[in-house]
């Protein structure tokens, strides 16, 4: 199947999920994988995920080896978008990251839910520092917000992690 018939059927199954809905992309029995086709594929997808073409869905990779999606690593990279991959029955995060929100992602993960307030004590971190971490990690779709209330002009969120969705 070409990469672009392929992204027409993963818009569309997009598409029909409930508005927080999840696709998981299983790389199961799949040898080699063209880099063409990964950006194809799921760069181009992501890309359209991560501007809110199709509001709070996420996608999540699933692969038997994690060498299996190095070009689509470098792919996302250079799209400077980032995604779960998960491996070897642990995640690992693909594409444009830095350890700052590996280890953030990480943190969340393990909590499942939890708040910026409760980051920011775990990390050492200065608040607005640690809320750009998470601005940065739900504008990747690679955590769920929910605004919850108010603190001043700031917004007080609970975090979700996709991977508990």
Same mark, same amino acid.
């Given at each position: *199947?070409?990469?672009? #018939? $392929?992204? &027409? #059927?993963?818009?569309?199954?997009?598409?029909?999920?409930? &508005?927080?809905? !999840?696709?998981?992309?299983? *790389?199961?029995?799949?040898?080699?994988?063209?880099?063409?086709?990964?950006?194809? +594929?799921?760069?181009?997808?992501?890309? !359209?995920? *991560?501007?809110?073409?199709?509001?709070?869905?996420?996608?999540?990779? &699933?692969?038997?080896?994690?060498?299996?999606?190095?070009?689509?690593?470098?792919? %996302? $990279? #250079?799209?400077?978008?980032?995604?779960?991959? %998960?491996?070897?029955?642990?995640?690992?995060?693909?594409? @444009?990251?830095?350890? @700052?929100?590996? &280890?953030?992602?990480?943190?969340?993960?393990?909590?499942?839910?939890?708040?910026?307030?409760?980051?920011? $004590?775990? +990390?050492?971190? !200065?608040?607005?520092?640690? /809320?750009?971490? /998470?601005?940065?990690? $739900?504008?990747?779709?690679?955590?769920?917000?929910? !605004?919850?209330? *108010?603190?001043?002009?700031?917004?007080?969120?609970?975090?979700?992690?996709? %991977?508990?969705?």
């Amino acid at each position: *199947m070409e990469g672009e #018939q $392929a992204r &027409e #059927q993963l818009i569309a199954l997009l598409r029909s999920l409930p &508005e927080d809905g !999840q696709v998981r992309i299983s *790389m199961e029995g799949i040898d080699v994988l063209s880099t063409s086709f990964a950006d194809e +594929l799921i760069g181009r997808t992501l890309h !359209q995920l *991560m501007i809110g073409e199709f509001g709070a869905r996420t996608m999540i990779l &699933e692969t038997p080896t994690l060498d299996l999606a190095d070009g689509i690593d470098v792919k %996302l $990279a #250079q799209r400077q978008l980032a995604m779960l991959c %998960l491996s070897d029955d642990s995640w690992h995060l693909i594409g @444009a990251h830095t350890p @700052a929100m590996t &280890e953030t992602l990480g943190l969340i993960i393990d909590k499942g839910t939890t708040t910026a307030k409760e980051l920011t $004590a775990k +990390l050492g971190l !200065q608040m607005n520092a640690c /809320v750009n971490r /998470v601005a940065r990690l $739900a504008k990747l779709h690679l955590i769920r917000r929910e !605004q919850i209330g *108010m603190s001043g002009p700031q917004a007080i969120y609970l975090l979700h992690s996709i %991977l508990s969705s």
